[in-house]
C-alpha cells in the first residue's frame, strides 16, 4: 500500500471486481412484519434460474466502466471488458 501511494496519485487507480445476482441471492425464508399484518414476499418466477454478473471499474471520480452478462465471466469476456476500458479511457483522456 505504501509503494502504490507513493507512485501513483489517487485518480490513477482503478479498481474493478466482480459480483453476481439471482432471485436466490436476496431469498430469506423468515420476514418481519406489524403486528396484525401477515409477512409477505414476492417470488421471482421468470429469473429463477438466470444468473447475471456484473462488472464494473472503479475510481475516485465513480463508475468508468460497466459490463453486465447473463452467467459468469471467462477469460475471454473479462478480455472484452478490460479492452472496452482501455478503449473508453483513451477516447476520454
Known amino acids: 500500500m505504501f509503494r502504490i501511494g507513493s507512485r501513483y496519485d489517487a485518480e490513477q487507480l482503478i479498481f474493478v471486481d466482480e459480483s453476481s ?13 406489524k403486528k396484525g399484518q401477515g409477512a409477505y414476499r414476492t417470488i421471482c418466477l421468470l429469473l429463477k434460474f438466470i444468473r447475471y454478473s456484473i462488472l464494473p471499474a472503479i ?10 452478462i447473463e452467467g459468469p465471466f471467462n477469460t475471454v469476456q473479462f478480455q472484452v471488458f478490460i479492452n472496452g476500458l482501455l478503449g473508453h479511457l483513451q477516447t476520454e483522456g
Open 21 to 33: 445476482f439471482d432471485c436466490h441471492t436476496a431469498y430469506r425464508p423468515y420476514g418481519w412484519a
Open 59 to 68: 475510481s475516485i471520480c465513480g463508475i468508468l466502466w460497466c459490463h453486465i
